[in-house]
């Protein structure tokens, strides 16, 4: 079986996973929102598309790599959560608490 992987959120965390599985000849696809973020990747040679459903359709396994968001004050992981709900086989989440410097001493 060609084992086909799906980074979802192609940042930091995304962009580290998505380009060790590659270079171990897994079949990766990176999705993001921010196609700048897409068009360096995709000038780097790897496969790239901005269709979260397209991604998850042409993939076995999903990475989601996304950050929860601090909104009001308060941890928000509404943006994980809409992801993982788009997801068709099976997924690995690698996520963070936001720190703020102030924690970080």
């Known amino acids: ?4 992987l799906s980074i979802l959120g192609s940042n930091s965390v ?3 996973i998505g380009k060790a599985f590659a270079r171990y000849w897994f079949d990766v696809i990176f ?12 000038a780097e040679g790897y496969r790239v598309s901005s269709d979260l459903a397209d991604v998850v359709k042409r993939s076995n396994i999903s ?3 996304l950050p929860p968001t601090v909104r009001t004050g308060e941890f928000d992981s509404s943006d994980v959560e809409e992801v993982y ?7 690995i989440v ?8 102030d924690y970080i001493r």
Do not use: W
């Not at 079986?1 to 086909?4: H, I, L, Q």
């Not at 709900?85 to 997924?91: F, L």
């Open 14 to 16: 995304g962009k580290a």
């Open 63 to 65: 990475f989601i790599c």
């Open 94 to 101: 690698f996520t963070h608490p936001p720190f703020p410097n």
């Open 1 to 4: 079986m060609n084992v086909k």
């Open 85 to 91: 709900s788009k997801v068709i086989g099976i997924s």
């Open 31 to 42: 999705y993001d929102r921010d196609r700048t973020v897409l068009k360096a990747l995709a």
